[in-house]
Nanobody, 122 residues
Framework: QVQLVESGGGLVQAGDSLRLSCTAS????????AGWFRQAPGKEREFVAA????????LYADSVKGRFTISRDATKNTVYLQMNSLKPEDTALYYC???????????????WGQGTQVTVSS
């Protein structure tokens, strides 16, 4: 069983940057794909980015490509989401989760964390 804890959210202005962290407990995390998702009020949870723990595979949502970067530090059992050039439409609760491999579909992920709030003011 993997447990995930997100951190790093906050209130920023449009154009600012934030780095989210997701730290995992459990020995299997390094072998799993890790993904970031977000959910804005009244909207469905959507895929943001994912990275394999064992291959170079990475996926990004079109809406964040070129602005967000996902990375992993195996020594810290942590996955990061560096978010640059933030926009008001990036405002959401951001979650991390794991899957057997890199994929966009939300329902293929498990071990969801509690989320960290990102609010971008205009």
């Amino acid at each position: 069983q993997v447990q995930l804890v997100e951190s790093g959210g906050g209130l920023v202005q449009a154009g600012d940057s934030l780095r989210l962290s997701c730290t995992a407990s459990g020995p299997t995390f390094s072998r799993l794909a890790a993904g970031w998702f977000r959910q804005a009020p009244g909207k469905e949870r959507e895929f943001v980015a994912a990275k394999s723990g064992t291959t170079p595979a990475i996926l990004y949502a079109d809406s964040v490509k070129g602005r967000f970067t996902i990375s992993r530090d195996a020594t810290k059992n942590t996955v990061y989401l560096q978010m640059n050039s933030l926009k008001p439409e990036d405002t959401a609760l951001y979650y991390c989760a794991t899957a057997a491999f890199v994929i966009r579909e939300v329902d293929r992920y498990g071990n969801w964390g509690q989320g960290t709030q990102v609010t971008v003011s205009s």
